[in-house]
C-alpha cells in the first residue's frame, strides 16, 4: 500500500491499479488484526476487470460474454457487479462502535450517508443522482437515463461492527462488461458512467472528492473514543 493521507483520525490510501484478490485479502486480514484503537481507514482503488459476486449472488445473472472476465466470490451482501478500469472504488474499513460527532453508526445509516455522499459528488458535476427503495446504490434521476445505475455499494459488517468492501462510482469506463451480466441482479438494468451522461472529469479527481466527502458526511474528521 502506497500514499497514506492523513485526514484526522481516519486515514486515506491511495491503492492505484491492483488486482481484486490481493485487495479482498488484505481487506480481511486488516479486519481481523485491528483493535478498539486502530484507526478508521478508506481505500482507493481502481481494479482491472473483475466480476465479484455478493454472499447470495445467483451465478445466473452472469451472462453470455462474461466467461472472458474472472469471477471472485467474495463475502460481501449484494448480487453481481463489475469492477473495472476508470471506475473510483473506495473500500470502507470503519469501525461503526466507534463513537463521533453524530454519534454511534448502524448498518442502515451507514448505507444512506455513503449514498449520500455520492449523491453530493454527483451534484458537484451537476449530475443528480438518487436512491431507489430495496435496490441500493445510486441511480439516475433525471434525463434520458434516468433510472440507470451509476453507483453500487456492497459492504461486510461484522458482528463487531468493523465493515469492509465499500462502493463503486462509474466515471468512465467500459461498460459493456455491465451488459454481460444482469447488474446486482436485476435483468436489463441499463449501467452509465459519470462520461456517458456528459459530464467529463478526471478519475484522481473523482477519487478525491469522494473520499473528502464520505470523511465529512461519516463525521470521520474529528478525534473519535471508545466508552
Known amino acids: ?12 490510501r491511495h491503492l492505484g491499479l491492483a488486482d ?6 488484505a481487506m480481511r486480514a486488516f479486519t481481523d488484526a485491528r483493535t478498539p484503537d486502530t484507526r478508521d481507514e478508506l481505500w482507493i482503488v481502481e481494479h482491472p ?24 466470490q467474495t463475502d460481501r451482501g449484494g448480487e453481481v457487479t463489475y469492477h473495472g478500469p476508470g471506475q473510483v472504488v473506495i473500500y470502507l474499513l470503519i469501525d461503526l462502535r466507534r463513537n463521533k460527532p453524530g454519534g454511534k453508526l448502524y448498518a442502515r445509516q451507514f448505507v444512506h450517508k455513503i449514498e449520500q455522499a455520492i449523491i453530493n459528488v ?11 427503495e430495496g435496490a441500493p446504490g445510486i ?32 466515471v468512465a469506463m467500459d461498460l459493456a462488461p455491465f451488459s454481460w451480466i444482469n447488474p446486482c441482479g436485476y435483468a436489463g438494468l ?16 473523482v477519487q478525491q472528492q469522494l473520499a473528502d466527502e464520505l ?7 474529528e478525534p473519535a473514543t471508545h466508552e
Open 190 to 205: 441499463e449501467t452509465v458512467d459519470m462520461r456517458s451522461v456528459g459530464a467529463q472529469a478526471q478519475l484522481s479527481d
Open 122 to 132: 454527483l451534484g458537484a458535476y451537476n449530475l443528480i443522482g438518487e436512491r431507489v
Open 49 to 72: 476487470p473483475v466480476f465479484t459476486l455478493g454472499l447470495g449472488a445467483d451465478r445466473g445473472h452472469l451472462l453470455a460474454g462474461a466467461s472472458a472476465i474472472p469471477v471472485v
Open 20 to 25: 481484486y484478490d490481493s485487495t479482498f485479502a
Open 139 to 170: 441511480y439516475m434521476a433525471g434525463g434520458p437515463k434516468q433510472g440507470a445505475k451509476i453507483a453500487a455499494l456492497g459492504l461486510k459488517v461484522r458482528g463487531n461492527g468493523c465493515t469492509y468492501h465499500g462502493l463503486s462510482l462509474n
Open 215 to 221: 470523511i465529512r458526511v461519516l463525521a470521520l474528521v
Open 1 to 12: 500500500m502506497t500514499s497514506p493521507t492523513h485526514t484526522g483520525p481516519a486515514l486515506i
